[in-house]
């Protein structure tokens, strides 16, 4: 059958049933369907749905060697009255374009990408599991699909959207490494686009720096080492004294995060903090620390929600950070953003989109 735009073939077997919704671990279960897209001739076509499944590819597909793939990391849940919602789907589309247009990729029409959001969700909505804290994570995914060993960008291309539910990313308090050698991103370079190269440069420092008791990295710059960035998997917030800092997003090194950007809504919004987005030097951070300025830092990211951080080692310097528990100004955006997803509070800012169901024919 046809929606619309999209052929539809249905999977004569869920696999929800194996799943247990209350007891779930990141990225590791998915849903019963995924879209696919093929950029051929110039075009996007062949939009589908199909069961979920393995894609079978050429030894020499050019998004294997070469790196042009880019993602992006959205969330569907329901509100108390279980209804499926997305949170703020355009903003990922115009993100994933913006990635595509810096890896020489070719963009995906938006309206496009939220009528397949709705259809494919709408399908398996079934998998949001309701539960606080939990949610149906969505991944897309775009790929050069040329295959062909010349290093040139690739002339087609497919866009994949599959998702799955997940628990928690962090379930604990987060200890994070203050990178003084590796970098992530620097000037001109491809930081800001979410590409699985960005990921791949971070696993050898994330490694050393999880061999040594740490979760994450806290990135520097890469010129002077000393301006911090982003933690990889969260943008970074500080609270010092009355300020919340978290650096600006304007050099191409920092992930356009959606969370971070909601975050700074709602502090501005809802706060009476001075929210700044400004340089931030690993210097400032541990001065505050040591003149008892520094209250709390926390992360941001869709997967993550909020992370609060315990703990930045910086070489011999190790900042130990007390739980501020519900004094924390990253307890209060979590709860403010998981309420506004539960749909307990005024939606003001516009971002919670429910998920269209479509009505499909059983028979598929
Ligand atoms: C996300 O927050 O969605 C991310 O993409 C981070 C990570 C899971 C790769």
Redesign the pocket.
């Known amino acids: 059958m046809t929606m619309d735009n999209i052929a539809i073939s249905r999977t004569t077997k869920s696999r929800l049933a194996e799943v247990d919704l209350s007891n779930l671990k990141f990225g590791r279960h998915f849903s019963d369907h995924m879209f696919l897209a093929d950029y051929v001739d110039g075009e996007w076509r062949d939009f589908r749905i199909e069961p979920f499944g393995y894609i079978p590819m050429h030894p020499s597909l050019m998004a294997l060697h070469y790196g042009q793939s880019i993602f992006e990391?959205m969330k569907a849940s329901k509100n108390v009255e279980g209804q499926a919602l997305f949170f703020r789907p355009e903003m990922h589309a115009k993100r994933l374009n913006r990635s595509a247009e810096r890896m020489c990729m070719p963009t995906f029409p938006e309206e496009m990408f939220l009528e397949a959001l709705h259809t494919l969700i709408g399908m398996d909505s079934d998998w949001i599991p309701p539960h606080e804290g939990s949610a149906l994570y969505i991944r897309p995914l775009m790929y050069a699909a040329d295959e062909f060993l010349g290093v040139k960008p690739s002339d087609n291309y497919r866009l994949l959207i599959f998702s799955g539910p997940v628990g928690p990313?962090y379930s604990k308090r987060i200890q994070l490494w203050a990178e003084p050698y590796y970098i992530r991103a620097a000037p001109g370079g491809v930081g800001a686009a979410?590409t699985a190269g960005n990921?791949a440069a971070a696993m050898l420092p994330s490694k050393l720096a999880k061999e040594n008791g740490y979760d994450q990295v806290l990135w520097l710059d890469a010129i002077h080492h000393k301006y911090v960035q982003e933690v990889g998997?969260m943008n970074i917030f500080f609270v010092i004294g009355d300020s919340i800092i978290t650096p600006p997003v304007t050099e191409d090194t920092i992930l356009h995060g959606i969370t971070r950007d909601s975050v700074l809504h709602i502090l501005r919004e809802e706060t009476d903090y001075k929210v700044e987005e400004r340089p931030l030097s690993i210097d400032e951070i541990v001065e505050a620390y040591r003149s008892g300025e520094l209250k709390e830092c926390f992360g941001s990211?869709?997967?993550?929600v909020i992370g609060d951080v315990e703990r930045i080692t910086y070489g011999e310097i190790d900042m130990r950070l007390p739980s501020r528990g519900e004094e924390s100004v990253g307890v209060f955006c979590k709860n403010y953003l998981n309420r506004l997803r539960a749909g307990l509070i005024e939606d003001k800012f516009n971002w919670i989109v429910p998920v269209e169901m479509p009505e499909l024919n059983p028979a598929g």
């Open positions: 990391g990313y979410k990921y998997t990211g869709t997967a993550a």
